[in-house]
């Protein structure tokens, strides 16, 4: 790894400088963290699986014109993105109530929301990504009121195509997080859909048994969370070719 230089370490992935201008290297590790880093531990294979779930979200989502960062997957657990200015806002979107929702309001978990709710937190891993308010955004800058239009717009699309796409594969889609970022071209900006959609930001149940099949596993120490991943990936049919033994395997496909 000592090919290009490192940009940024996250606490799940690692972002490098691009072969061209105006691009990135996004890789996947093992790593996984929760209670804002107070959890750490590994889940083996998790970053193979989820440069390939993200890539087929991003791949699928794009065929309906959600733009994204994504422009090809490099290797096991790289992916070429386009760079953009990250928006420090987490987009959380649910459908069915789980995790702070129950807690900071009291809904018992698995009730289904009258309509889906759209929350903003700001990106801030001292303050522990605090919830904050669409007046919070435009106040101090974070983002225009264009910006969250536009933001709100893609979200519900985004939403709306995948718990379809997921429910066609038996899983609900409870809640997920999104980040943004603008891409500037030439003189015109864009706001796209960027870091990363997989079982590390989304809220995914067997719809017949509700089976948590995501990183809650892993928070509440549920046990089988490799193989959660696995399965989530098996069922939207992008599991390793060469199987279970390809998760760790050094292959470069570039
Ligand atoms: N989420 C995330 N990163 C965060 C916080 C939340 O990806 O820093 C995702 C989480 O996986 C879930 C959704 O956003 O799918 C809603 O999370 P919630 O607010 O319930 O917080 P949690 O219970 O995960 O702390």
């Not at 061209?20 to 590994?42: C, H, M, R, S, W």
């Not at 796209?192 to 809650?216: F, G, Q, Y």
Request: glycine share 8%; net charge negative.
């Amino acid at each position: 790894m000592a090919r290009r230089r490192q940009l940024y370490e996250g606490k799940a992935k690692i972002l490098f400088e691009g072969p061209e201008p105006g691009t990135l290297v996004q890789y996947f590790k093992d790593d996984a963290t929760a209670g804002n880093g107070t959890k750490k531990g590994i889940i083996t294979g998790k970053g193979v699986l989820n440069n390939r779930i993200s890539e087929y979200l991003m791949m699928r989502l794009a065929e309906i014109g959600i733009p994204n960062h994504f422009i090809r997957r490099l290797n096991m657990r790289e992916q070429l993105i386009r760079e953009v200015e990250i928006i420090p806002l987490e987009i959380v979107v649910r459908n069915v109530a789980a995790g702070s929702l129950c807690t900071r309001l009291g809904i018992q978990e698995g009730t289904r929301l009258p309509r889906s709710i759209i929350e903003y937190y700001y990106k801030n891993d001292s303050l522990g990504d605090p919830m904050v308010a669409e007046e919070h955004i435009t106040a101090f800058g974070w983002a225009s009121t264009m910006d969250i239009d536009d933001i709100v717009a893609l979200t519900l699309r985004i939403n709306d195509f995948l718990t379809g796409l997921f429910l066609g594969v038996g899983i609900t889609l409870v809640d997920f997080k999104l980040e943004f970022g603008r891409l500037w071209e030439n003189d015109e900006m864009r706001i796209v859909l960027a870091d990363e959609i997989s079982p590390d930001n989304c809220r995914l149940w067997d719809v017949r048994t509700h089976e948590k099949m995501d990183k809650d596993r892993f928070r509440r120490d549920l046990g089988r969370v490799e193989e959660a991943y696995q399965e989530v990936a098996k069922r939207l049919g992008i599991l390793p070719e060469a199987g279970m033994r390809d998760l760790k395997g050094p292959e470069m496909m570039q």
